[in-house]
């Protein structure tokens, strides 16, 4: 069969999915994306559709069962990001429409936390096992899934960064921007810590612009592509704040940070650490006294602070979105053999 493959979910340049699209293409492999849904802008319409989710999941079903029954191309692999909207009938009606194809799902979140509507909920829960091969990106969530269904479809795959992004390296600004730089998504915790730190802030990301009284702040919106790649190289200090669920785990910015020639000052976890040694090629909090300590530090070390942005830059190399869909495609491959010979 042809290296053909399919792509679903959200085609907007910013999206995991799509920096696995480019990747594949950047490959040669013949991709196809299905767009079947995207970034609701409006606030009020994504208001509704989280306290309705699942009317909309219910259109989001005829939606793809309508274009897996129409599209008459045979796939090596269709990979699906996250999927939230799907249930165990819409798995079994599209599979067996493509029976020799692998069935992929890559989750950037925690399955098991069903409560949460926006993360997922009991009927996506439910088709993990139709699925050849499920990706996840923490070790310990890998684990829950693989005692929870006993079945070895579980791949540990971390984020990383794109590479693809055509960035270049401009030397002349390496760590000039004195402003500690923020790239992510408000919530209280962050709000909280960052308020907290002395030094003066740029923030980029959703739901920060109206909070004016966080304390020496340029708030922005979101940044993505080329901007991000500058910003995070001419950062002073480029910090990463990981959430509940990534605790002991890492985040897309554990890799974004360094793969843009970023210095990252991350939450301390065994994971990232893993990745990127605390202190070698990055620096690491675990409380806002720490944070301020660590920050201070990093003022008053700009040599070796310097070091430790271009080890952690020449480790993330290895850690990008084109190394990661090589890995894949491997899985896919291994996976089709297995396949066709049961």
């Not at 500690?180 to 962050?190: I, P, Q, S």
Request: with cysteine.
């Amino acid at each position: 069969m042809k290296k053909r493959i399919l792509i679903i979910g959200n085609k907007e340049k910013f999206t995991l999915e799509y920096f696995y699209y480019k990747s594949f293409k950047y490959l040669g492999v013949d991709v196809d994306f299905f767009s079947i849904d995207r970034t609701i802008k409006n606030r009020l319409i994504a208001k509704i559709i989280n306290i309705f989710p699942n009317l909309y999941y219910f259109f989001l079903r005829k939606k793809l069962i309508n274009y897996i029954k129409n599209n008459k191309k045979k796939y090596l692999a269709i990979i699906i990001f996250k999927g939230l909207y799907l249930n165990l009938y819409t798995i079994k009606n599209i599979k067996a429409l493509a029976r020799k194809t692998i069935w992929l799902n890559i989750f950037p979140d925690d399955p098991f936390n069903v409560r949460d509507v926006q993360i997922s909920n009991i009927n996506f829960f439910k088709t993990i096992s139709e699925f050849d091969i499920f990706c996840i990106w923490s070790k310990k969530i890998k684990k829950k899934l693989d005692i929870s269904f006993k079945k070895k479809i579980f791949l540990y795959l971390p984020f990383a960064y794109d590479n693809l992004v055509n960035f270049k390296l401009n030397k002349k600004k390496i760590g000039k921007d004195k402003q500690l730089l923020f790239v992510g998504t408000h919530d209280n915790v962050r709000e909280k810590i960052i308020n907290s730190i002395k030094i003066d802030k740029k923030i980029y990301g959703g739901n920060w612009k109206y909070r004016s009284f966080i304390s020496k702040s340029d708030i922005f919106g979101h940044l993505h592509g080329k901007q991000l790649s500058h910003k995070i190289n001419n950062a002073m200090i480029s910090l990463n704040i990981l959430r509940k669920q990534n605790l002991s785990s890492h985040n897309m910015k554990t890799f974004e940070i360094p793969g843009n020639n970023g210095l990252m000052l991350t939450t301390r976890s065994k994971e990232q650490n893993n990745f990127f040694k605390e202190n070698f090629s990055c620096f690491m909090y675990s409380n806002i006294h720490e944070l301020n300590k660590k920050i201070e530090f990093i003022l008053n070390n700009t040599t070796l602070s310097l070091k430790v942005r271009k080890r952690g830059n020449m480790i993330a190399k290895k850690h990008s979105y084109l190394e990661r869909t090589k890995y894949l495609l491997k899985k896919i491959n291994d996976a089709s053999k297995s396949k066709k010979n049961l």
